[in-house]
């Protein structure tokens, strides 16, 4: 046994400290000591985030690195859980960057309901691990059940199936996993051994490996298709499945800014005729990250369904669109899908990390189970036979006790008034002078990019080489008003590279912009118009602008 | 723009109540009301869980589901949080398992001190995504500095270097996962790329992928080698990684319950003799999953240094002990590992779902760096460069401010307490006359089987053919105490399958008990046996036992 020490300083770990610590005061005082604590992170935080309108304090990489390098663990504890605390409210919120400001439009991270902090300490304080029965039981029948009730969002089938499903040990309909990047990969995967079914020797690519696959079937290379705005973690899943991210088929987009049919058509095709290639999949985008823009889904789903290759929708960011009954038509086809990654830490406004993946099939995920002796055995409830993560935290119970508060209504109306701000947005960007938008909102995400006025007049009759010097010059002015409105720290949106039009093959840079923010109005939006044009009228005086 | 409603029922979502959600009350008396839930959540989940000393209600699988079918998600709000919070205590918590309970000492999931709920409730908070810079600044670069201290811990370079890399954009020491699983997927799959370097038009594996590997270097398998105790995520890791999970080789472990090294040499020898081979990874485990043992990392790392082959250590479960100066020497040799994993939800007492895996190379993860246009762009300090992960919660704040606030000796104590009560609870079942010690530990799980006064008695005697067919009724005696004490609720003790003697080819079932829990204290394992012995005597008065 550890030695029952009874030293009195809280700094000193000993062996009474360790089991206050467990256990837990429970006289009244020590009590209200920890209530206080978690009113500090509740509103301390808080009122810092509120008082400082803008998104960071302005401080250069450099100097704030130079703070965090002492590399060694200290012996002793160094600091009460008060002064910890009290350090994270003084010196890293500071520091961090406020998410939750409404003057924050630059990626998809925003403010989460104040809520969502009382069921992520919940989730914490229960500790439950959902891999298994044995460490959550009803917390593993309340995750099917969520996933039962987000399928039929989804694929809508009728009530019998979902009887049929939703406590059924023996299928599954989806699964939690901590972000996009895990669902999208959880689908190829399921995808990729889908496609290569047992032959001869060859039992399956997730026994005998790729290599074996490829020789079973005499290919020499598999693909996917999908549009030029596809997600990068595609291309991550393609080099971890072992297929290679070279063999993701980008297609271009059309002059709505969504995966172009006739050239995707035309490959599938092209693919389908080489004898060599197997399409693994095509995917469609429900809400492109840089873009917003949602592919013309039935219409991937035609394709799919006539030359029988695995649709997945990738609708992390748009899929919970679908709980609006006013903007839910345009993901419309996404019901076609056999596989659909939304997140539950981006339009379910939940706390970071967590995503979900699901397939219309309950039977699909089969193709990736995994048993062990300890847990996970054959023919048990444990989720964690068909996850690609082992433990797991209950990011379900948060899901569904933010439905329960909210209903589906609550987050309508967050969608709704996000692509409605949007449309406004846009507005306000074409009746400037200074400013161009680049691309026209179909949710809350849009691409615009400042164009000074003389170069707006050159750009009229410059042909097409004359215009890529032209858009060079306007990348570099983009580029620093990105960069000098950030390490301001008042507001920020965020840069990336597009198209500014189909014919153009030089990547030009734009700002962009998601409203995710309920509390983002034209009003911030003005101001952040403001700020930029202010920013480069500085530029100019100050010469810093190259001239063509 | 979103409309304006304004009714007063707190019961429907309309756009004051999100506002209100949002920003959170500023009055005194909402937030009061707030502090109270949150008060709830703190002590009414406490103090059910202090109340009830078992680890769950007793109640049917069946029975639960049965309340959990309903699949239609409500359109308007359907509870006030005041409301869930209460149902999560009074409904949910109940029937989850209360793995807090010093009473429950099956999984390697437990007890967390209580200001791991106040850290977690800080991260969700703040909400950073730590994918990159723009959504969490000052975290990425607290994040780089505990990275380096984990790096240290495990490798213990010089000063020099962790100065030069601690927050070095260029290198990464190690990164943050969700768990065992993703850290050991990370480690093999950055090992699958480095073992083959381009050669010709074959530039990596990333890219051209699997298949073209082996042309490239006229192969037919790759494989690792690990020990049969290697946890089931190394199978895993190796079907998704496209390499095929038939090419784990499992190493038969000597009396020791170790890696046999004769057998790993003359596989090794084997395997590099057949030129269609080559091996990716030899695994030594620093606490099995099953038993606890720890594989002799040094002879490992002698033969993985001869051989040129990467040595990956698998150290999710022990990784920790190496801050305990009375324990530490146990993993001696790690520090030759090339890569190595740590869970941080195991024994760091952090709650789910958190792991780490470290690199002894800074440049190893520039094997799996991807960028992206819109973040993640060369040469910025984005930590999502070098990730699985996308998107990512900043766990590395809930370690730090552990380690500020208990020390490295705060750890000691509670790995040397569970340490040390593994081995007073191996005597205690010594000395009973019922039970027979199968694994001794060597940290702090171990495993044991109730045997029968009689079957005793006949297993002196017995030649294999014999023993084999006792050891069948054992299996079934072991899997019903299991399964009756797991129900009843009261403890909880896991079970898995083990050879109990070497020259067995019969896998018998075994109790496994994990001590990690500081309170869980010997007279509390008596209760356990007690309650065991207790099984045992009712299902032979009920002649439940079948007789050999």
Same mark, same amino acid.
């Given at each position: 046994?550890?030695?029952?020490?009874?030293?009195?300083?809280?700094?000193?770990?000993?062996?009474?400290?360790?089991?206050?610590?467990?256990?837990?005061?429970?006289?009244?005082?020590?009590?209200?000591?920890?209530?206080?604590?978690?009113?500090?992170?509740?509103?301390?935080?808080?009122?810092?985030?509120?008082?400082?309108?803008?998104?960071?304090?302005?401080?250069?990489?450099?100097?704030?690195?130079?703070?965090?390098?002492?590399?060694?663990?200290?012996?002793?504890?160094?600091?009460?859980?008060?002064?910890?605390?009290?350090?994270? %409210? =003084?010196?890293?919120?500071?520091?961090?960057?406020?998410?939750?400001? $409404?003057?924050?439009?630059? *990626?998809?991270?925003?403010?989460?309901?104040?809520? @969502?902090?009382?069921?992520?300490? #919940?989730?914490?304080?229960?500790?439950?691990?959902?891999?298994?029965?044995?460490?959550?039981?009803?917390?593993?029948?309340?995750?099917?059940?969520?996933?039962? !009730?987000?399928?039929? @969002?989804?694929?809508?089938?009728?009530?019998?199936?979902?009887?049929?499903?939703?406590?059924?040990?023996?299928?599954?309909?989806?699964?939690?996993?901590?972000?996009?990047?895990?669902?999208?990969?959880?689908?190829?995967?399921?995808?990729?051994?889908?496609?290569?079914?047992?032959?001869?020797?060859?039992?399956?690519?997730?026994?005998?490996?790729?290599?074996?696959?490829?020789?079973?079937?005499?290919?020499?290379?598999?693909?996917?298709?999908?549009?030029?705005?596809?997600?990068?973690?595609?291309?991550?899943?393609?080099?971890?499945?072992?297929?290679?991210?070279?063999? %993701?088929?980008?297609?271009?987009?059309?002059?709505?800014?969504?995966?172009?049919?006739?050239?995707?058509?035309?490959?599938?095709?092209?693919?389908?005729?080489?004898?060599?290639?197997?399409?693994?999949?095509?995917?469609?985008?429900?809400?492109?990250?840089?873009?917003?823009?949602?592919?013309?889904?039935?219409?991937?789903?035609?394709?799919?369904?006539?030359?029988?290759?695995?649709?997945?929708?990738?609708?992390?960011?748009?899929? $919970?669109?679908?709980?609006?009954? !006013?903007?839910? *038509?345009?993901?419309?086809? #996404?019901?076609?899908?056999?596989?659909?990654?939304?997140?539950?830490?981006?339009?379910?406004?939940?706390?970071?990390?967590?995503?979900?993946?699901?397939?219309?099939?309950?039977?699909?995920? =089969?193709? #990736?189970?995994? *048993?062990?002796?300890?847990?996970?055995?054959?023919?048990?409830?444990?989720?964690?036979?068909?996850?690609?993560?082992?433990?797991?935290?209950?990011?379900?119970?948060?899901?569904?006790?933010?439905?329960?508060? @909210?209903?589906?209504?609550?987050?309508?109306?967050?969608?709704?008034?996000?692509?409605?701000?949007?449309?406004?947005?846009?507005?306000?960007?074409?009746?400037?002078?200074?400013?161009?938008?680049?691309?026209?909102?179909?949710?809350?995400?849009?691409?615009?990019?400042?164009?000074?006025?003389?170069?707006?007049?050159?750009?009229?009759?410059?042909?097409? !080489?004359?215009?890529?010097?032209?858009?060079?010059?306007?990348?570099?002015?983009?580029?620093?008003?990105?960069?000098?409105?950030?390490?301001?720290?008042?507001?920020?949106?965020?840069?990336?590279?597009? !198209?500014?039009?189909?014919?153009? =093959? *030089?990547?030009?840079?734009?700002?962009?912009?998601?409203? @995710?923010?309920?509390?983002?109005?034209?009003?911030?939006?003005?101001?952040?118009?403001?700020?930029?044009?202010?920013?480069?009228?500085?530029?100019?005086?100050?010469?810093?602008?190259?001239?063509?």
């Amino acid at each position: 046994m550890a030695p029952q020490e009874n030293k009195p300083s809280s700094l000193v770990a000993d062996w009474s400290t360790l089991h206050r610590v467990f256990i837990r005061p429970e006289d009244e005082s020590s009590r209200k000591t920890l209530v206080k604590y978690m009113e500090q992170i509740l509103f301390g935080l808080h009122d810092f985030l509120n008082k400082h309108v803008g998104v960071t304090e302005e401080i250069s990489l450099v100097k704030l690195a130079e703070e965090y390098t002492d590399t060694k663990i200290n012996k002793d504890p160094k600091k009460k859980l008060a002064d910890v605390i009290k350090d994270i %409210i =003084d010196e890293i919120a500071p520091r961090a960057v406020n998410v939750a400001s $409404p003057y924050f439009i630059g *990626h998809m991270t925003s403010a989460i309901p104040f809520f @969502m902090v009382h069921l992520k300490a #919940i989730t914490a304080a229960l500790n439950q691990n959902v891999i298994k029965l044995e460490t959550s039981k009803v917390l593993s029948v309340l995750e099917k059940q969520i996933l039962a !009730k987000m399928h039929r @969002m989804i694929f809508d089938f009728k009530n019998e199936f979902y009887l049929e499903h939703v406590q059924n040990t023996e299928t599954c309909l989806g699964i939690f996993t901590t972000g996009g990047t895990t669902a999208n990969l959880t689908a190829l995967w399921v995808a990729r051994n889908k496609c290569f079914p047992p032959k001869d020797d060859f039992e399956s690519i997730e026994k005998n490996g790729y290599f074996e696959a490829m020789k079973a079937y005499n290919l020499e290379k598999t693909v996917i298709l999908v549009s030029k705005r596809g997600h990068f973690s595609l291309r991550k899943a393609l080099g971890i499945l072992g297929l290679g991210n070279q063999n %993701i088929i980008p297609i271009d987009v059309d002059s709505n800014r969504s995966i172009d049919l006739i050239k995707l058509e035309e490959k599938t095709k092209e693919l389908q005729a080489d004898k060599k290639t197997k399409i693994l999949a095509i995917i469609g985008i429900a809400g492109a990250t840089e873009t917003g823009i949602i592919d013309p889904l039935p219409e991937l789903a035609d394709i799919c369904e006539t030359h029988g290759i695995h649709f997945h929708v990738d609708a992390a960011w748009g899929g $919970p669109v679908l709980l609006s009954d !006013k903007y839910s *038509h345009l993901l419309k086809g #996404i019901e076609r899908a056999d596989s659909v990654t939304i997140d539950c830490h981006k339009q379910f406004y939940m706390p970071m990390s967590s995503g979900m993946v699901y397939f219309k099939n309950p039977k699909a995920l =089969d193709q #990736i189970v995994y *048993h062990a002796r300890y847990v996970n055995r054959p023919g048990s409830v444990d989720l964690g036979i068909k996850t690609l993560e082992g433990s797991r935290e209950a990011n379900s119970l948060i899901l569904d006790s933010a439905l329960k508060i @909210m209903g589906s209504k609550g987050y309508s109306l967050m969608i709704e008034h996000g692509i409605e701000t949007a449309m406004q947005f846009a507005k306000m960007i074409k009746e400037r002078d200074l400013f161009q938008l680049v691309t026209t909102p179909q949710l809350n995400i849009l691409t615009y990019r400042v164009v000074p006025k003389d170069i707006q007049e050159k750009l009229k009759t410059a042909d097409r !080489k004359e215009r890529q010097k032209l858009d060079t010059v306007l990348d570099d002015i983009n580029i620093q008003i990105q960069r000098i409105q950030r390490e301001a720290g008042k507001s920020f949106v965020s840069r990336t590279r597009l !198209k500014t039009s189909s014919d153009d =093959d *030089h990547n030009t840079v734009v700002l962009r912009s998601v409203i @995710m923010n309920p509390m983002t109005n034209v009003d911030i939006l003005d101001e952040i118009l403001d700020e930029q044009e202010s920013i480069f009228n500085d530029l100019e005086t100050q010469q810093m602008i190259k001239k063509t």
